[in-house]
């Protein structure tokens, strides 16, 4: 038989299974409002090549709350503050799970991390880990200094750079990375002693992982053509998987050696999780290796470019904006001074560096489509009906620039955040739901704290310690600020600069 041939039946009998389907599976109740699906694949095809723009422009017509058919699966979108607020917080319970997925089966070790493991003891338990140990306010302060050590290396980094263009993206990547390795593993991954690894192929690899995650795969939509992998699909999760994987058997065999099975023996993360594995009486039993290491992924991957293409964008925008850059600037040096690094004890104080930090997160959020959760009963939404195991997406990216809710939304105005402006009290940490970049309810970013104290961090000293010019010449209007498809909202093309020192040297050398 040959592999056409394989192809039309295993077509044909997915479309009897789709007509017997939709048969027995018509609701009573009505449904939110969405666009015809087609035979077989539904609404796929109208989601687009970037299915958060794609779903933003479905909602001008049908409204802040559709429901969408992806081949056999009922989908809900939440394109309005209000819509997610009802979702994430009224409802909030009954979407604290993930809907079965490839991405979560292949490459975050078959369900066994805390993205996408099940709502209930062992999501508990690794969250709790993570909340104790890694993202609490005494875990932060503690580690203060790693983090200003990372950025203050970054910064020498680029006078480094001298008349040479930099990517900007792939250093800020290796200083989140270095950083929240240090905490994680008690060294860096890049650099002096960081292994084989490079950098740039490590965030190649990231990026890769985050591009697959955010592709809508036919065979999670119609689980007849799964075995197929008709896009391929699979077979690049699993190629990018086993790359990180062997990665993360070299940390975790290296970090074995020197543990003796006291808590805390190296006071890394890694460390407590070793002891948590060899405690059987721990709260949720022990954590095996699998476990340990889809962990560990999670935190690389979420925890690294989300961060550093956070930051690449801001960058991007006070080039392009740049009497913004020069206020900040105005107010770095007020603060601060021009005699030593800003460190994370400033922050609070910068108040028009904070409203760019915020207004970055509005127009460029990480992840633009939030990561789907699943109904575990029927409810109802502003008298619509929520089938039971709808796959629920809000799109973040979409809620930012809600006309109804900001005033030219297109344009970046930190300004709207400072006292006077239109925004003053919203807050990205969940509880404001016109911007939500970490989510929010009980699936809300583990790290949002470490993300805030990052990004802040780094857009202010790149902000204190640097002019900007963008490579070749390009002037800043020409600047392209598409974006690339994927998970997180990564630039269609990378940030070229050359950056150009406004401090003193010494202050770069002492860091």
């Known amino acids: 038989m040959t592999i056409l041939t394989l192809v039309l039946y295993t077509s044909i009998i997915a479309l009897v299974l789709y007509v017997l389907l939709n048969l027995f599976t018509r609701h009573p109740n009505r449904l939110p409002p969405g666009p015809t699906p087609w035979p077989i694949v ?74 996408f493991a099940p709502y209930g003891p062992r999501w508990r338990l690794l969250r709790k880990i993570c909340s104790v140990h890694l993202f609490s306010s005494k875990a932060l302060d503690d580690f203060r200094h790693v983090r200003q050590e990372e950025v203050a290396i970054l910064t020498r980094d680029l006078v480094g750079a001298k008349k040479s263009p930099v990517k900007l993206g792939q250093l ?83 970090h074995k050696v020197g543990h003796d099975g006291a808590s805390g023996h190296h006071g890394d993360l890694l460390s407590t999780l070793i002891s948590v594995k060899d405690d059987a009486d ?78 970055t997160f509005r127009l460029h959020p990480s992840t633009p489509l939030s990561l789907p959760r699943i109904a575990s009963e029927s409810c109802e ?64 970013c583990v790290g949002l704290s470490l993300g805030m104290r990052m990004v802040q961090l780094l857009i202010a000293t790149l902000v204190q310690t640097f002019d900007w010019e963008l490579a070749n010449g390009l002037m800043p209007e020409k600047l392209n600020m598409e974006e690339a498809y994927g998970l997180t909202l990564q630039r269609a093309a990378p940030l070229m600069v050359h950056p150009m020192s406004r401090l003193a040297p010494h202050v770069y050398e002492r860091g």
């Not at 740039?200 to 995650?213: S, Y």
């Open 42 to 115: 539904g609404n796929l095809p109208h989601l687009g090549s970037i299915p958060h723009h794609g779903l933003a422009a479905l909602a001008t017509k049908y409204g802040p709350l559709m429901h969408l058919r992806l081949g056999f699966v009922d989908v809900v979108v939440a394109a309005s503050a209000s819509v997610a607020a009802q979702f994430l917080k009224t409802h909030d319970a009954n979407f604290a799970s993930r809907p079965p997925n490839s991405g979560a089966k292949h490459m975050a070790y078959n369900y066994q991390d805390l993205v």
């Open 172 to 254: 800020l990547n290796v200083c989140t990375t270095n950083a929240l390795a240090r905490v994680m593993l008690g060294r860096r991954v890049f650099g002096s002693g960081g292994g084989d690894l490079k950098a740039g192929e490590f965030k190649d690899m990231v990026v890769e992982m985050m591009v697959l995650a955010g592709e809508f795969n036919l065979g999670d939509f119609i689980p007849g053509l799964d075995w197929l992998d008709l896009q391929g699909i699979a077979k690049k999760m699993k190629n990018v998987h086993k790359r990180f994987d062997s990665f993360l058997n070299k940390i975790l065999d290296e």
């Open 381 to 444: 939404i502003n008298g619509y009906h929520i089938p039971k195991g709808s796959t629920l997406l809000v799109n973040v990216w979409a809620i930012a620039r809600d006309p109804k809710k900001w005033a030219d939304p297109l344009e970046f105005r930190p300004a709207r955040f400072l006292p006077g402006g239109e925004k003053p009290d919203v807050d990205v940490r969940g509880n404001d739901f016109e911007v939500i970049p970490f989510g929010a309810g009980r699936r809300i």
């Open 282 to 359: 721990g709260e949720g039993g022990k954590l095996s290796d699998i476990e340990i290491k889809a962990l560990l992924l999670n935190l690389f991957v979420a925890g690294t470019d989300t961060s550093s293409s956070t930051v690449e964008w801001a960058i991007a925008e006070l080039i392009r904006n740049p009497q913004l850059l020069k206020r900040a600037q105005e107010e770095m040096d007020n603060v601060v001074g021009r005699d030593r690094l800003v460190t994370e004890l400033d922050l609070s104080r910068l108040t028009f560096l904070q409203a760019i930090v915020k207004e």
